[in-house]
């Protein structure tokens, strides 16, 4: 499951993209630009878009910037006809003053329109740098094959834009940006491994939730018994146990959940994560037999061995050679690592 997290510090991109219902058969064989195939009934997700979202469908060029309109709790479709009604407010005007203008943007609202019955495939991309924008996961808390969010850190003019920075504050994180690109690149915390890691623990007692742990920002959280998985990059990186890792993954996704509060929730929705979060109780307190997986394709995340130095004949940690998707979502395959230098003295 890909899910908001951290929203206090990281901005966040909700992307997903629908397929019309004659291509309901054909299963997706590849992620394209982070994105999987969803269905027809998917333009009635409920959506929260703060100000400072910009709204994207890359399909029409059409993008409607940030600060433009107010914050609203909507659906996908409900997106699709606020976005017509602002253009057709002023054609009446323009049809006098410029035919052919008028012209040219009916022509894009009929595009707009024929969203709404799915016949092609379009995106929908939410960018918030505020990180306080929602995409719903009608499957919640399972995963959303149909959803992608991402997480990144806010650039100084988008602090700027939303109040957290003054001015002479950016102007001086940009001069200090600028003599960092005259260093070579620095990534944070550890190196990336030759390898991916996957370790998996089968949980058989409560004194497992006092092992140590450490999640990269590239690491995977997955429990097959409970069909869940979180993204990479939700929560973070952190050190803590797995009973803490437990509990954040808990108050991430019931706590803390926009779509479980107020008119916009289901009973469904709500019944579906209340038991979620009491298998994660159970888990917590030794009643339910299951597995926790890290998945790193970093390979920077540990878990403690209760054993060591003997194997812990309940973890298994294994390495595995990455995917031409995982070493792009890291920025490995454009990395140039040899001959660099021989390059870099040719006058």
Do not use: W
Not at 29 to 42: A, G, W
Not at 105 to 125: G, M, S
Not at 242 to 271: H, M, R, Y
Not at 282 to 309: E, T
């Amino acid at each position: 499951m890909s899910v908001i997290g951290e929203e206090e510090v990281r901005g966040c991109k909700a992307v997903f993209k629908t397929i019309s219902a004659d291509d309901q058969d054909q299963q997706p064989t590849e992620i394209e630009s982070l994105c999987m195939n969803c269905y027809q009934n998917d333009l009635n997700r409920e959506v929260v878009k703060a100000d400072s979202a910009t709204t994207k469908i890359p399909e029409l060029d059409f993008e409607i910037p940030a600060f433009s309109q107010k914050g609203a709790l909507s659906t996908v479709e409900g997106l699709i006809d606020r976005a017509v009604a602002g253009l057709e407010q002023d054609q009446p005007l323009r049809k006098e003053s410029d035919p052919e203008v008028a012209l040219k943007i009916e022509e894009f609202i009929d595009k707009l329109k024929q969203l709404k019955d799915v016949e092609k495939p379009f995106t929908l991309i939410i960018d918030d740098p505020s990180g306080n924008s929602f995409v719903e996961n009608p499957f919640a808390p399972h995963a959303d094959e149909a959803l992608s969010v991402t997480h990144y850190e806010r650039n100084a003019q988008q602090n700027l834009q939303l109040g957290i920075k003054t001015s002479e504050e950016v102007e001086q994180e940009q001069l200090g940006n600028k003599i960092e690109d005259m260093r070579n690149e620095v990534k944070s915390g550890g190196a990336t491994e030759k390898h991916g890691t996957r370790i998996t623990l089968h949980v058989t007692d409560v004194t497992d939730m006092s092992r140590d742990l450490l999640k990269s920002e590239t690491c995977r959280v997955l429990i097959p018994e409970l069909d869940f998985e979180l993204g990479m990059a939700a929560l973070g990186g952190k050190f803590t146990t797995l009973e803490g890792l437990l509990k954040d993954i808990k108050d991430l996704i019931v706590e803390k959940n926009p779509f479980t509060a107020g008119d916009s929730c289901t009973k469904e929705q709500v019944e579906k994560l209340q038991a979620f979060g009491k298998n994660i109780d159970k888990i917590l307190n030794g009643q339910m037999d299951v597995h926790i997986i890290l998945d790193d394709s970093a390979g920077n995340s540990y878990l403690q061995n209760l054993y060591a130095p003997d194997d812990d004949p309940e973890m298994k940690t294994e390495k595995y050679e990455r995917t031409y998707e995982q070493n792009e979502e890291l920025g490995l395959n454009d990395m140039k690592t040899e001959g660099y230098q021989e390059e870099n003295n040719v006058d």
